[in-house]
């Protein structure tokens, strides 16, 4: 029984040796594969998981198979301003990492970690023109890791387009 308990202990402490040897970022990669989800080529199409670990942003003429948890506004500014706007906001917080850019300039996708365990979130971002000079976009934050994200998604999405208003008035919902 204490031999047994003994092989535990050194397991479990061999394990924690590893995760922050290797360092949280690479063991999560090493076990779940890349931490980036990718990209969302058609959010009309989207079909998003059944577990509770995304939030999604879009107008629902955009957003059509899957409802969106928040409409987002549409803002007096044109894509290319509206995106330089959002990756100030965005850039300024910690942990996260721009991934890739869509060719037109309307898309960006980033990866920011969680503060201790460093679990990666996939967030997609599509800026949609409306009218000259109005802008609306799309924004879908997924979870990689786990079947919750205790509203850590959600609120990101959210400080996200609260701060994003401060900058850019926004003209009214989509």
Same mark, same amino acid.
């Given at each position: 029984?204490?031999?047994?308990?003994?092989?535990?202990?050194?397991?479990?402490?061999?394990?924690?040796?590893?995760?922050?040897?290797? !360092?949280?970022?690479?063991?999560?990669?090493?076990?779940?594969?890349?931490?980036?989800?990718?990209?969302?080529?058609?959010?009309?199409?989207?079909?998003?998981?059944? #577990?509770?670990? #995304?939030?999604?942003?879009?107008?629902?003429?955009?957003?059509?198979?899957?409802?969106?948890?928040?409409?987002?506004?549409?803002?007096?500014?044109?894509?290319?301003?509206?995106? &330089?706007?959002?990756? &100030?906001?965005?850039?300024?917080?910690?942990?996260?990492?721009?991934?890739? !850019?869509?060719?037109? !300039?309307?898309?960006?996708?980033?990866? &920011?970690?969680?503060?201790?365990?460093?679990?990666?979130?996939?967030?997609?971002?599509?800026?949609?023109?409306?009218?000259?000079?109005?802008?609306?976009?799309?924004?879908?934050?997924?979870?990689?890791?786990?079947?919750?994200?205790?509203?850590?998604?959600?609120?990101?999405?959210?400080?996200?387009?609260?701060?994003?208003?401060?900058?850019?008035?926004?003209?009214?919902?989509?």
């Amino acid at each position: 029984m204490k031999t047994a308990l003994i092989a535990i202990v050194v397991i479990i402490l061999a394990c924690v040796a590893v995760f922050f040897g290797f !360092g949280r970022e690479r063991t999560w990669e090493i076990l779940f594969g890349p931490a980036d989800l990718g990209p969302v080529n058609d959010f009309a199409d989207l079909k998003r998981p059944k #577990t509770p670990n #995304t939030f999604l942003a879009c107008p629902r003429e955009v957003c059509v198979r899957e409802e969106p948890d928040l409409v987002p506004p549409v803002f007096a500014a044109d894509p290319h301003e509206l995106r &330089q706007a959002l990756r &100030q906001i965005i850039e300024a917080e910690p942990r996260v990492e721009h991934v890739a !850019g869509d060719a037109d !300039g309307l898309g960006d996708r980033y990866i &920011q970690r969680t503060r201790f365990m460093r679990f990666p979130d996939t967030i997609v971002i599509r800026y949609l023109p409306v009218d000259v000079g109005r802008t609306t976009l799309v924004i879908y934050s997924r979870s990689k890791i786990g079947s919750s994200d205790y509203g850590v998604n959600e609120e990101r999405v959210r400080r996200w387009l609260r701060a994003l208003e401060l900058a850019v008035p926004p003209i009214a919902a989509a």
